[in-house]
T-cell receptor, first 114, second 110 residues
Framework: KAGVTQTPRYLIKTRGQQVTLSCSPI?????VSWYQQTPGQGLQFLFE???????NKGNFPGRFSGRQFSNSRSEMNVSTLELGDSALYLC?????????????FGQGTRLTVV | DQQVKQNSPSLSVQEGRISILNCDYT??????FLWYKKYPAEGPTFLIS?????DKNEDGRFTVFLNKSAKHLSLHIVPSQPGDSAVYFC?????????FGTGTRLTIIP
């Protein structure tokens, strides 16, 4: 069975631009969570979507937003990019919401802001 | 403010010996703890977890210990194998939001 697919794998953007990242969960999984990984901060939780609704949200500014579609695919958008947004963005899918079922991570999208 | 800390960025252990990875946290409201393993160019994979009502959970070669009074979590791997070489992240949950540590790179020396 196919794993979690994130596209694109690599992305270079300039400051002030916006970016959209995509995550296709494992077939049948309805929960998608997004994380930002930076060398100094480790993995930080961005948000969780379940059945097209944002269920949980981390401490990130409003420039970070997301959505989930009826097929459970999720997109994450970052507007007005800053240099500090350069990071590996990981999404994870699970059957159910929260921590009640195991989360499977994608390989991530590495975003570089120049 | 880093609520979950892994103070050792790296650790080297001889094959066959015990690997002990440590994690400290500051928020006493965390109620669930997890360990993830990450290979280069792959996403993290879940290893083992423990609820705050327990002090030990074992799964094969992996055992997680929780000391709530010290706000300390550790992962023991015994015996260590070359395939265990990876970055290990601990994570703590409150209201189902995960907070991760910065990771410890474990290298198993053959």
């Amino acid at each position: 069975k196919a794993g979690v697919t994130q596209t694109p794998r690599y992305l270079i953007k300039t400051r002030g631009q916006q970016v959209t990242l995509s995550c296709s969960p494992i077939s049948g999984h309805r929960s998608v969570s997004w994380y930002q990984q930076t060398p100094g901060q480790g993995l930080q939780f961005l948000f969780e979507y379940f059945s097209e609704t944002q269920r949980n949200k981390g401490n990130f500014p409003g420039r970070f937003s997301g959505r989930q579609f009826s097929n459970s695919r999720s997109e994450m958008n970052v507007s007005t990019l800053e240099l500090g947004d350069s990071a590996l963005y990981l999404c994870a899918s699970s059957l159910a919401a929260g921590l009640s079922s195991e989360a499977f991570f994608g390989q991530g999208t590495r975003l570089t802001v120049v | 403010d880093q609520q979950v800390k892994q103070n050792s960025p790296s650790l080297s252990v001889q094959e066959g010996r015990i690997s002990i990875l440590n994690c400290d946290y500051t928020n006493s409201m965390f109620d669930y703890f997890l360990w993830y393993k990450k290979y280069p160019a792959e996403g993290p994979t879940f290893l083992i977890s423990i609820s705050s009502i327990k002090d030990k959970n074992e799964d094969g070669r992996f055992t997680v210990f929780l000391n709530k009074s010290a706000k300390h979590l550790s992962l023991h791997i015994v015996p260590s194998q070359p395939g265990d070489s990876a970055v290990y992240f601990c994570a703590a949950s409150r209201n189902e939001k995960l907070t991760f540590g910065t990771g410890t790179r474990l290298t198993i020396i053959p």
